[in-house]
C-alpha cells in the first residue's frame, strides 16, 4: 500500500495570503489527485495532476487560485492562493495504486487551513 | 451530471447490522467503492464493486446492482470503533481513477 505524507499538517493564515502544501508519496505513481473536504461535508476533487502535464481543474476550480506543481512521480504541490475565510477546509491528495486490483485509493492524513 | 444519494445519519447499538444505501446517477459508471472515516481522520478504503453482486470483506459487505445504479454497504457485529463517516464514491470510465464522492453517512454506535 501507497504511504503518504502531507506538510504542513495544519495552519492558520491571513486573508490574501497563500500557502503551499506539500504531498510525498513512497512509490512512485502516474496521478495524484487533489481533494478539498469542508467541515463536515464531503471531498470535493479539486484537479488531478499528471506528472510532466498541466493539471486538469474540476469545474468550480481554476488554475490561478490553485496551482498545482507535480515535478516527479512521487511528489506534488497545491497552492491555495490569495486565501480567504472560505478555503478553511481540510486539504487531501491521494494516489490510487495501479498493483490493486480493487482501484483502492490511498490519502494522505489531509492539511487543516484555517483562514482568518 | 452526476449525482449519489446517501442516508445522512444511522445510529444504532452494538452487536448490530446497519446498511447504508447509496443511489447514483450517472454515465459511464466503472464501479463503486465505499470509504470510512473517522473524525480528524483520513478516509480509507473498505470495499469496492465493478460487478453486480456481494463482496464479502471480514465484517463489512458490500452490494452494487448496476441495473438499478444502487449499491449498499453493510456493516455486521458493529463495534464503538465503527462510529464515523461512511462515503460511497464513483469512478467512471473516463475518469482516469478520480472518485466523486457521496455526501457521506454519520454512523453512530450506541453501547
Known amino acids: 500500500s501507497a504511504v503518504i505524507s502531507q506538510k504542513p499538517s495544519r495552519d492558520i493564515c491571513q486573508r490574501g495570503t497563500s500557502l503551499t502544501i506539500q504531498c510525498q508519496v513512497d512509490?512512485?505513481?502516474?496521478?495524484m489527485f487533489w481533494y478539498r473536504q469542508q467541515p463536515g461535508q464531503s471531498l470535493t476533487l479539486i484537479a488531478t495532476a499528471n506528472q510532466g502535464s498541466e493539471a486538469t481543474y474540476e469545474s468550480g476550480f481554476v488554475i490561478d487560485k490553485f496551482p498545482i506543481s507535480r515535478p516527479n512521480l512521487t511528489f506534488s504541490t497545491l497552492t491555495v492562493s490569495n486565501m480567504s475565510p472560505e478555503d478553511s477546509s481540510i486539504y487531501l491528495c491521494?494516489?490510487?495504486?495501479?498493483?490493486?486490483?480493487?482501484?483502492?485509493?490511498?490519502f494522505g492524513p489531509g492539511t487543516r487551513l484555517t483562514v482568518l | 451530471g452526476q449525482s449519489l444519494e446517501q442516508p445522512s445519519e444511522v445510529t444504532a447499538v452494538e452487536g448490530a447490522i446497519v446498511q447504508i444505501n447509496c443511489t447514483y446517477q450517472?454515465?459511464?459508471?466503472?464501479?463503486l467503492s465505499w470509504y470510512q472515516q473517522h473524525d480528524g481522520g483520513a478516509p480509507t478504503f473498505l470495499s469496492y464493486n465493478a460487478l453486480d453482486g456481494l463482496e464479502e470483506t471480514g465484517r463489512f459487505s458490500s452490494f452494487l446492482s448496476r441495473s438499478d445504479s444502487y449499491g449498499y454497504l453493510l456493516l455486521q457485529e458493529l463495534q464503538m470503533k465503527d462510529s464515523a463517516s461512511y462515503f460511497c464514491a464513483v469512478k467512471t470510465t473516463d475518469s482516469w481513477g478520480k472518485l466523486q464522492f457521496g455526501a457521506g453517512t454519520q454512523v453512530v454506535v450506541t453501547p
Open positions: 512509490s512512485q505513481v502516474t496521478m
Open positions: 450517472t454515465s459511464g459508471f466503472y464501479g
Open positions: 491521494s494516489v490510487e495504486d495501479p498493483g490493486r486490483a480493487h482501484n483502492e485509493q490511498f
